[in-house]
């Protein structure tokens, strides 16, 4: 079974600071997913990726395959930005999604 | 589109009554998955359907709980007879199928179920 840790747990920044939350797996995988829960309780998916670098605004997503190793980064943070986000691989080639704990990011104005 | 759709959004029930959750997934998504989010155990997989049939309930913790899926843009999960234990935030998730590349889901609202 895939194992999925992230780190930090919890994270408290202050607004424009630059954030890195990580995110580490135990079985080679083919894409790996990074979602954001918003207080509300909403799952928004944020970027998946299989290889390198994707961008999304101020978000930015790596990936080292051979590391088995992700991160996201959010430049220029802003209270709004304060969510839980939650990275996750596929188990065993299938649909499943197997979890990570999830990072709580609070960003203070 | 709507996006998934769950409902109710909120359910509060007394320890041994029966609850159903229900979802309809995006119009053309072939998947469909149940998660279950708690504090403890953050999110975890119940059980997810392709094409209508189910491919892994594994997830399903026991007997108590059952989910359909009759058709493509209906699904249900029953918890019969509820316990305090069960009390969570059920999502509900669907997605196309992508051949040889893991395919975004996109979750519903959720489900936030309260079992005294």
């Known amino acids: 079974k895939n194992e999925v840790e992230q780190s930090p747990q919890n994270l408290t920044a202050q607004e424009g600071e630059f954030i890195t939350i990580n995110c580490s797996y135990s079985v080679g995988i083919s894409a790996l997913h990074w979602l954001q829960q918003h207080p509300g309780g909403g799952i928004v998916s944020l970027f998946m990726l299989s290889s390198g670098k994707k961008k999304h605004g101020r978000l930015i997503a790596t990936i080292n395959i051979q590391e088995k190793h992700s991160s996201l980064h959010i430049t220029a943070s802003h209270p709004r930005d304060s969510a839980v986000y939650i990275c996750a691989v596929p188990q065993g080639g299938s649909e499943k999604l197997v979890f990570g704990k999830g990072t709580k990011l609070t960003v203070n104005p | 589109d709507a996006g998934v759709i769950q409902s109710p959004r909120h359910e509060v029930t007394e320890m041994g009554q029966e609850v159903t959750l229900r979802c309809k997934p995006i119009s053309g998504h072939d998947y469909l998955f149940w998660y279950r989010q708690t504090m403890m155990r953050g999110l975890e997989l119940l059980i997810y359907?392709?094409?209508?049939?189910?491919?892994?309930d594994s997830g399903m913790p026991e007997d108590r709980f059952s989910a359909k899926m009759p058709n493509a843009s209906f699904s249900t999960l029953k918890i019969q007879p509820s316990e305090p234990r069960d009390s969570a935030v059920y999502f509900c998730?669907?997605?196309?199928?992508?051949?040889?590349?893991?395919?975004?889901?996109?979750f519903g609202p959720g489900t936030r179920l309260t079992v005294l």
């Open positions: 998730a669907s997605s196309l199928p992508l051949a040889g590349y893991y395919n975004e889901q996109f």
């Open positions: 359907f392709n094409n209508n049939v189910p491919i892994d």
